[in-house]
């Protein structure tokens, strides 16, 4: 499994459009909005970087209303849950 972390800056008259329309985007498994230097973090879950890179290329986009992002990837996750188990079913 591969976590893609994204910060993500949106024109702020449409935040509740972005945030609804990430929401249906499959992989993305948790939107937050926050604080701060960003509006939304998104938690991104998937199999491999393949499908991480075509979220972030090809889904991700301007026309959405989204001004800029910032990617991390995980490269290794502490967690007391089995997040293979738990997202990827």
């Not at 893609?4 to 498994?29: F, T």
């Not at 998104?42 to 972030?56: F, S, T």
Request: proline share 0%.
């Amino acid at each position: 499994m591969v976590t893609g972390i994204v910060l993500v800056n949106v024109e702020r008259s449409m935040l509740q459009g972005v945030i609804d329309g990430l929401r249906n985007i499959k992989g993305i498994a948790e939107v937050y909005a926050v604080a701060g230097e960003y509006d939304l973090v998104l938690m991104i879950r998937v199999k491999d970087n393949a499908q991480l890179a075509d979220i972030i290329a090809n889904q991700l986009t301007r026309d959405r209303g989204i001004i800029h992002t910032k990617t991390l990837v995980s490269l290794k996750a502490y967690s007391d849950l089995d997040l293979e188990k738990v997202f990827l079913g």
